[in-house]
């Protein structure tokens, strides 16, 4: 059994995939498999992962006849994962070649953290911007390690595409397939509620804004999401916690209706 399971939802990337899934098998960490499954490709993602798959036995691709969704491919991305660790990555994004060494040195000593890293923004062409993930998230100053339930309430700065965790913990967690784009959002939150969070100030991601990212493509249906999203922490966890941050949720929710109209 590998040590990790990285897997990889894929749609319509195949500008980007090839250069994501090297960075992956150009790891320094070694004892991983690479899940990808294709969520109905209309373009040559299919082809470009089935090459990739035939040069390399730390591969294995899945293909989806028809699209079923970011969060039912993630589901079924996690059923398939034989790995200790699981590693969410998607195919639009590099990983750093150190970046699993180094998180799973955390790991060694306290397996039970949810660890995450810095990331830096690039666009299409792999150009660094200048930006890092937390700042564009107006979260350089917050806090991202420990308990951070309560922050994570107010609103998301985890960058997922470095988030490492154990699988054992999570065994029955699935993704909400009711949630179009914030289904990890959700996982996230849930998951700040019973486990602490490590975060590793070195960017060992990055992150690609290319325009086709798909909170620029479906706004209204982040916004939707965004509201389903808060209604649920209000009603799940709405009597233990602070009026402040109740305060925010309702904030969120009303300008997310405001996007809406």
Not at 96 to 107: A, S, Y
Not at 183 to 192: E, M, T
Request: proline share 1%; net charge neutral; aromatic share 14%.
């Amino acid at each position: 059994m590998p040590l990790v399971s990285v897997i990889m939802p894929s749609y319509n990337y195949e500008e980007y995939i090839s250069e994501a899934i090297e960075s992956v098998l150009n790891q320094t960490f070694d004892d991983f498999e690479l899940i990808i499954i294709d969520d109905a490709s209309e373009d040559n993602s299919k082809k470009i992962i089935q090459l990739f798959d035939k040069k390399s036995n730390k591969i294995r691709s899945f293909f989806h006849k028809k699209n079923k969704g970011i969060a039912e491919t993630i589901n079924e991305c996690i059923e398939k994962a034989q790995g200790k660790y699981i590693s969410y990555f998607s195919s639009d994004d590099i990983w750093v070649k150190e970046k699993l060494e180094k998180q799973l040195k955390i790991l060694e000593k306290d397996e039970d953290l949810l660890v995450w890293s810095e990331g830096l923004i690039i666009d299409a062409k792999s150009n660094f911007t200048g930006e890092l993930f937390t700042q564009m998230h107006s979260a350089l100053n917050r806090k991202k390690s420990g308990d951070i339930f309560e922050e994570l309430l107010k609103n998301d700065y985890v960058c997922r595409q470095s988030l490492i965790y154990k699988r054992e913990n999570f065994k029955n967690v699935r993704f909400d397939k009711n949630l179009k784009y914030s289904s990890v959002n959700k996982f996230l939150v849930d998951a700040a509620k019973e486990y602490k969070f490590y975060f590793i100030s070195e960017p060992l991601v990055m992150y690609r804004i290319h325009g086709k990212n798909a909170i620029f493509k479906d706004k209204i249906e982040w916004k939707k999401d965004d509201i389903r999203i808060r209604n649920y922490f209000l009603q799940e966890y709405g009597d233990g916690i602070s009026n402040e941050v109740k305060n925010r949720i309702f904030l969120n929710i009303s300008k997310s209706y405001s996007y809406v109209g």
